[in-house]
């Protein structure tokens, strides 16, 4: 079975500076996907990246990218510029690559930035 | 706004009872996920549906159930409600069972058994 870890509960980062937060997984699986959602405290999931695990080059969406290390099995999120609306609890999840498959999320890690 | 409308957003209740979670799709989507999100499990994959048909089930209990109705919306079913089953219920939509499908979550319905 998949599993995904987070192993930061807590980060904090101060207003315009950058944070990075981590996210393993195990797979035996040669084609998946992966998410970083945001959770913020109206409790809504949003979608901040994704990322094919065909693809080397990692995503970047604005302030957001990711560090992908396949053969580690590391999918790693770096905020830059941080912003106190980028306080939220992250969950890192991991979605194989075949029809109608879930998503398996990780504990998740909460952010806290600071003005 | 996803576009997913989940309904109604809290939900209090007493042990012994049962309750019914709604979730419209976003317009277009066929495929609704549940998922059950408590502190101590954590982010749980409930069942999907794909239009009208379950398509996969995941660590739903017994004692709840689900459906997706000819208009695509789909309803949760929770019955013999147990103080453990205080959670928070996320519906999820996609347009079809792809494997590059993105996921639109609701805002979820805060379920409270007393």
């Known amino acids: 079975a998949q599993t995904v870890t987070q192993s930061q509960p807590e980060m904090s980062v101060q207003e315009a500076e950058t944070v990075t937060l981590s996210c393993t997984y195990d797979?035996?699986?040669?084609?998946?996907?992966l998410f970083w959602y945001k959770q913020p405290p109206s409790r809504q999931m949003i979608l901040v990246i994704r990322?094919?695990?065909?693809?080397?080059q990692n995503a970047t969406e604005n302030r957001f990218s990711v560090n992908f290390q396949k053969a580690a099995k590391s999918f790693s999120l770096k905020i830059s510029d941080s912003q106190l609306g980028d306080a939220a609890m992250y969950f890192c999840?991991?979605?194989?690559?075949?029809?109608?498959?879930?998503?398996?999320f990780g504990e998740g890690t909460q952010l806290t930035v600071n003005p | 706004d996803s576009g997913v409308t989940q309904t109604p957003k809290h939900l209090i209740t007493a042990t012994g009872q049962r309750v019914t979670l709604r979730c419209s799709p976003r317009?277009?989507?066929?495929?609704v996920y549940w998922y059950q999100q408590s502190l101590d499990q954590g982010l749980q994959f409930l069942i999907q549906?794909?239009?009208?048909?379950?398509?996969a089930k995941g660590n739903i209990l017994e004692r709840f159930s689900a459906q997706q109705f000819p208009d695509l919306h789909s309803e949760l079913n929770l019955s013999s409600l147990e103080l453990g089953d205080s959670a928070l219920y996320f519906c999820?939509?996609?347009?079809?069972?792809?494997?590059?499908?993105?996921?639109?979550f609701g805002s979820g319905t805060q379920l409270s058994v007393l």
């Open positions: 999820a939509s996609s347009e079809g069972i792809g494997t590059n499908e993105k996921l639109f």
């Open positions: 797979t035996s699986e040669s084609d998946y996907y």
């Open positions: 990322q094919e695990a065909y693809k080397q």
């Open positions: 999840a991991y979605k194989p690559g075949t029809s109608g498959s879930r998503l398996t």
């Open positions: 317009s277009g989507d066929l495929s």
């Open positions: 549906y794909y239009n009208g048909e379950e398509r």
